[in-house]
């Protein structure tokens, strides 16, 4: 049976957490800037490294797909995988830089794909009941938006520093590193998430895995590509690609699990 399609609240909730996330970014940082009061910079950080990833998960939340996750688990995703992503894969790419004397781009990459999968992971381990390509996905989407979030406001704090408190070089940062979140991080882990939830609902079975094995190595080359770039048109590219993958991956995903089409007509369910 088809899933029930969403309401129309649930579909277009994502333009109400963009609209309203930029109405408060705004205000936060015309205040900042009017008052000259540094107590808004954490503020003005947090809805600016946010603000994207959040709509851009309610997005991917109110599409036609059968979710069972719950909204709780999925912000618990989203929370923790900011957090432990972060602090596993910095921990690590240190230890590896230390050790190495360097740390190549495909390091990272690898790093970071891997720490991103901690918390869907866990949430096949703890929620067993939760193991659909969809869930999959909608999990590992709200765990990249975490990590993106977070790694954002690093970025923008650093150049806070480094620019001697430059609130436009800080600004500059938080828009475009939130405007590309959506085609980095979250799609990266969102089609890894997507197969290694596939394959857990598979019962682990040789192609599955494959399918998972593939999935992940194309984000960590996406990854690799992305980091790898010295141009805004080359990441711009990259971008393209990456939201192409997942924009193939929710495809699949929809035929799976027998989502009409445009046309009303149901894929069939593999």
């Known amino acids: 049976m088809a899933p029930a399609p969403p309401s129309f609240a649930r579909r277009h909730a994502w333009i109400g957490v963009l609209v309203v996330g930029a109405a408060l970014f705004l205000a936060v ?33 109110g599409r036609r797909l059968p979710y069972d996750v719950p909204a709780p688990v999925v912000a618990t995703a989203a929370f923790l995988g900011g957090v432990i992503g972060t602090v ?36 096949l381990i703890f929620f067993r009941r939760y193991r659909t390509a969809s869930d999959g996905l909608l999990v590992g989407v709200a765990a990249g938006a975490g990590f993106a979030a977070l790694e954002t ?77 010295s141009s805004l048109i080359g990441t711009a590219i990259v971008a393209i690609v990456s939201l192409a993958a997942l924009g193939w991956t929710v495809h699949r995903v929809a035929r799976s699990a027998g989502v009409p089409g445009r046309h009303g007509r149901r894929a069939a369910v593999r």
């Open 153 to 229: 406001m690093g970025y923008a704090f650093v150049t806070l520093l480094q620019s001697k408190g430059s609130l436009i070089a800080t600004v500059d940062v938080l828009l475009l590193r939130g405007i590309m979140s959506p085609a980095g991080h979250m799609a990266w882990t969102g089609i890894a998430a997507t197969a290694l939830f596939a394959a857990a609902q598979s019962g682990w079975r040789g192609r599955a895995i494959g399918r998972f094995v593939a999935a992940f190595v194309l984000a960590v080359a996406l990854h690799t590509l992305w980091d790898s770039q």
């Open 88 to 123: 596993v894969a910095g921990t690590l790419e240190y230890d590896a830089q230390r050790d190495l004397g360097f740390l190549p781009m495909a390091a990272v990459g690898l790093i970071e794909e891997t720490s991103k999968l901690l918390i869907p992971l866990a949430v």
């Open 29 to 61: 940082e015309r205040t900042m800037v009017a008052t000259g009061n540094p107590n808004f910079v954490p503020s003005s950080i947090l809805l600016g490294a946010a603000i994207v990833p959040a709509a851009f998960l309610t997005f991917v939340y």
